[in-house]
């Protein structure tokens, strides 16, 4: 079935309101690795099958290239003390800066991305926060691939 949107994981929405998992966004740092139209992403899937190189975001599908976009992703930028946390009367979100490879990239069959936490452990190492859907094939050749957020952050939830 491949990509068709962008979701959050509901399972790391329950494992973060139930304390099953003890992220600490003030210090972790999620990473954002890429990924083919191989995978058919589910915000339903379970802690396990959310994290990297599991199920669906195993490192079989990921697109990378050592040295301009690192296979595990890249590390979020732009996430320091709290300040990539916001809410207003009707949603909270989480931001940071926009990410960009080296400057000699070739990634060829890129349709979205993976959001996860590197670190945390529990319920699972690596578990996943969200994925986004580019849209379509996206590409780059000799050239720097750069994910754009949404001005409305990298994840949102409206309340």
Not at 9 to 19: E, K, M, N, P, Y
Not at 52 to 61: L, P, R
Not at 92 to 109: E, F, H, M, N, Q
Request: hydrophobic share 45%.
């Amino acid at each position: 079935m491949g990509w068709s949107a962008s979701h959050i994981f509901r399972q790391w929405i329950a494992d973060s309101l139930t304390r099953t998992s003890t992220p600490n966004y003030g210090t972790d740092v999620p990473k954002v690795a890429l990924y083919n139209n191989s995978v058919t992403p589910d915000e339903n899937a379970s802690a396990a099958l959310s994290a990297y190189n599991a199920g669906q975001w195993a490192t079989a599908n990921e697109v990378f290239q050592a040295g301009q976009w690192a296979q595990g992703g890249v590390a979020l930028s732009g996430i320091s003390g709290t300040s990539h946390f916001a809410d207003t009367a009707d949603a909270v979100w989480y931001d940071a800066a926009d990410l960009a490879s080296g400057s000699a990239a070739t990634l060829a069959s890129i349709y979205g991305c993976l959001v996860y936490d590197d670190t945390l452990t529990t319920p699972v190492a690596d578990q996943g926060m969200c994925f986004s859907y580019f849209g379509g094939i996206q590409q780059v050749t000799a050239g720097q691939f750069t994910v754009v957020w949404s001005a409305l952050g990298v994840l949102r939830i409206t309340v």
